[in-house]
């Protein structure tokens, strides 16, 4: 089996696909999460989704933010952590900002209230700005941005990241999460262009994955607290992951954590809690999406028009010595979208491992 | 004369200051810059605007982009690649957003507006961006997003790089900018945070003060086209700048393009003029300035004490072995401003020399 897999994944995901992997309906998959949360009291409106939203995370090559992180939230409403039954707020509004109260449910009902909510701010305004407190992890931002562009919006969401890995620049002490940012700008022919970076040079879902299947991390992901290189996956909690840019990844992971966090009543620093971790209390997650139109800046296929041009040019440019055609953010998830939905989602056997150990403890059908 | 100057400058500036520095009133430089640009045609009011923004960007430390910029201004007001006189107007406006036309004059101009369009917008709808067309080199985005912040508001500022010195990640074709993004989030007792930075290693003008005093870059800003480190400043126009993070700084230049440049009618990609190369073509350059009431999202006071208190855990945080305490991004700036209003700003002989030739060319008195 290869080292380094989250790395030197195939173009669109976040791993290697191995003859290890099967392939499951990506109907079956979200069935079976659903019937999950319903099992834990979450109501079925809100159970479909949320499956639906982790199933899509699948789909999209999202491999460390789908399925893969029932494990944790099923955990977290089980033991109180998360609320089954979520009453979603607005803890305050203007004509073209409000803050979304997420009530410590499921993240992902929050972050679709907030999305929809910024459509529509800036639908009447050009541009609309949501904030979400009291919200959870919420899958990849990707999915919010994503359901931005279909209404020939840029979307921009970020997140305080849910648990802290990093230390302020020159610092040793954990007070920083990944802090993910999230771009879509949609295009004409071309498919929508999707950055869905975190703040530090590795993510950590994709950390996780390799502790998973027993692989190592490269070098410069993350180092000890002695400034050494760390590349063993399961000794993540004693070492800090490393901002990208430096002071300039660090500042970036402040702002969002200010922005995403503080701006809208949520915890950033050191009140932020471990979701994987701390299973019995409220994180306070903070996000926040916003929504631009491009009809209220110019005509919307001239735009478009003008960003396939772009995105022609960056691909037909010369590659460096050695290397194949240049990429675009995010372009290669649409056809991988639709090759799993033909062909099913391939999954980890310790992924559908710890999804039957899951059926075991709620008594509901296994994924078949 | 120490080499890696930039790299190893004084906190809260872009530059090691040596006594080889000269010290001058900042209100001196300001009346010698607005001469200047009298001396070209350039309306009273709008040149004191601009020299005021310069002398501002000096007073904080950003060296790179204040009165060192005058040259390059200045051949283009001359040889008409900018406009003289600039009728700003409006493109296009909705409540919460809007497009400035700047008209190809000095760049501050229509920044200023977009700025000051930005803040009312978001005073009257908790939010408002407001993007440039037909703009110019607009000085340290910094300026923006601190005018922003002094509204309690969270302020963000984007512009497309005014020349490409950067390939898509894997390629070696220049089209893309150092494309910069700034982002001020205003604090209490703390001074205001300031994160201004490149989306690539090195910020251009860090690499023009190199050349320009003679010293070398540290490897890892710049590589050529067989991906081999490039250390002669003098060399820029043969290499590549490098993104921060790979992939990851490549797709953020590119966002950064699209919203600051596409969005707005303006520049981006091959169609971006090298501002400092070409002195007679419109550059077309866009920006962007996103203004955040923290009034629509709560209470200002509790934000702000909030604020401080996150800052002061980082600041107290442990620092790693052999460096010293944790800062914040921009904090150093205000102690500087008070110092270089109090002392005078420090301009670099070779910088003095460039504006005693200025002096001589428009027949107005040198700076004294």
Redesign the interface.
Known sequence: MPTHGADAAQPGTDQIITPEHRRYDAADISWFIRSAYVALGVPEADAATVAGLMVQADLLGYDTHGSFRLRQYINRLRDGGTNTVAKLSL?????????VDGDNGLGHLAMLRATDLAIE?AR??????V?VRNGNHAGPASLYVNRVAEQDM?GIVAAVGSANHV???????L?LGTNPLA?A?PAGEAPV?V?D?ATT?AAAGKIKVLAQRGETMPEGWMVDR??NPLTDPNRQSEGLMLP??G??????A??I???AG????AA???DVVSFSKDTTSATNTGQFV?A???K???DVDA?KA??D??FA??RQ?????G???????GQERQALLLERRANGIPLHPNLVKALSQIAHELKIPELA
């Open positions: 803890a305050s509004e203007a004509s073209a900002s409000a803050v701010k009447d305004n050009g541009v609309g700005w904030g840029i230390a302020p620049f020159g610092g040793m002490d007070l771009i700008v262009f950055l970076m040079t002695e400034g990208i840019g002071a300039k990844g660090y500042g970036l402040m702002a954590g200010l922005i503080t701006l809208n009543g950033f620093g050191k916003a631009i139109s491009i209220a800046f110019g735009f003008t960003v041009g772009i040019t960056m440019s010369t590659p460096l010595p290397r194949g055609a240049v990429r675009i953010p």
